[in-house]
């Protein structure tokens, strides 16, 4: 593959966090709990030349992983923002160098990166899709469906994204919703494109409800145990039939290449914010191409900013399975862009516009910003 030209250093004037909370249009429930509203940072990185956008992806509580909005939220302004501002000019490709000293908070460093990325690629009138390597124009579009109040509910909520085009269906299970609720799907709606996520619920005590799940051909089972089970994942790993993907273990490249010469996993769910940023995103990719091993795009609730992002990366030629970047109505009444991703034949378009290719809805953005800070050189 071509190496893609570095973007353009951008001069920063100064960098605005919002903290967002956006009403979801049904809550989201997996095995760490329900949400309602999804509480998320937005970046504007300001430059002598406009305006770039970024997301960090943190929930309002540690559950999925240890960042959280105010742990970002202070981070960034106290440590990560200032080391950006130092620098007269910073290359995209310099983000994670600069901030590479302050340990963890990748989620926080990712938004950051993203927006001047974002920055960089409307100066230099390039696509992120171009500028991280897509080979697709519209890519299959998945979705995570949450726990439902019982499985004639989850059936009903599956039908319902089968019947608008959904590609590929993931339910999210937890111990006691695990073998039923997978049966109750595979029952109603034969032989889909189906796997299931525990996001870290259980321990390898759980061998046997989980091997039961070999039974329903599924595509895989996503995070069965917890985040630093690597040995225990390949324990598990080696019992199954079914295949292991990996989540919230793959904080970045170094950890993928782990958790395969481990063979704790067979496939990797890719996430920007989980590993640092979407160039370190695209080095996950690059080793597990080169490994022989699918990845597919994670999703963390995103509103349009990191939805158009996620859809320019999944259309790498590595993720070769469905990922999670469905539409944005799947999530929200009102997205915060002017034009949302919406599906077309069980498919999502990849932006071609320069940077992350979409336009910010200042109205839609004020109206869910409940909290705002600015710093300047
Ligand atoms: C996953 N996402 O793959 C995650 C985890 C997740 C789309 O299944 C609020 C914000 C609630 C982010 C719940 C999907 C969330 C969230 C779950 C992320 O594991
Ligand atoms: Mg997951």
């Known amino acids: 593959m071509p190496i893609a030209p570095p973007a353009s250093s951008v001069a920063l004037e100064a960098i605005e966090l919002r903290v967002l909370q956006v009403p979801l249009v049904s809550p989201f429930t997996t095995s760490f709990g329900t949400e309602t509203v999804r509480e998320v940072i937005v970046v504007r990185a300001r430059t002598t030349d406009g305006d770039g956008w970024g997301e960090i992806v943190t929930q309002q509580a540690p559950l999925y992983s240890s960042e959280y909005t105010h742990s970002a939220w202070d981070v960034a302004q106290r440590f990560l923002i200032p ?144 985040e630093d089970d690597i040995v225990d994942h390949a324990t598990l790993a080696a019992r199954l039939r079914t295949p292991v993907c990996l989540d919230e273990s793959i904080v970045s490249a170094k950890a993928a290449a782990d958790a395969l010469a481990l063979r704790a996993a067979s496939v990797i769910n890719i996430k920007a914010g989980r590993v640092g940023g979407y160039l370190e995103a695209v080095r996950v990719h690059d080793l597990c191409r080169d490994a022989g091993v699918p990845v597919w795009c994670g999703g963390m609730l995103e509103t349009g900013i990191g939805r158009a992002a996620n859809a320019a990366l999944a259309a790498l030629p590595g993720f070769t399975l469905t990922g999670d970047v469905s539409a944005s109505d799947r999530f ?13 034949d069980g498919h999502v378009r990849v932006p071609t516009g320069p940077g992350i290719g979409v336009e910010i809805d200042t109205a839609a953005l004020d109206e869910v910003t409940v909290d705002r800070v600015e710093l300047r050189r």
């Open 83 to 226: 080391a950006l501002l130092e620098r007269r000019s910073v290359a995209p490709e310099e983000v994670a160098g600069i901030l590479a000293p302050f340990v963890g908070h990748r989620m926080a460093k990712a938004g950051l990166e993203l927006a001047v990325l974002d920055a960089a690629l409307r100066t230099d009138g390039r696509s992120l899709a171009a500028h991280l390597g897509a080979v697709h124009e519209r890519i299959p579009s998945g979705v995570s469906v949450g726990i439902q109040r019982d499985p004639a509910a989850l059936v009903e909520t599956v039908g319902a994204y089968l019947d608008e085009g959904y590609a590929r269906i993931k339910i999210k299970i937890k111990p006691g919703r695990d073998v039923g609720d997978t049966a109750a799907v595979r029952d109603a709606f034969g032989a889909i494109p189906l796997q299931v996520d525990a996001n870290s619920a259980y321990t390898l005590a759980d061998i046997d409800v989980l091997a039961a799940l070999d039974r329903f051909d599924l595509l895989l089972i996503e995070q069965p145990l917890q």
């Open 332 to 344: 929200y009444p009102r997205d915060i862009v002017t034009e949302p991703i919406v599906l077309e």
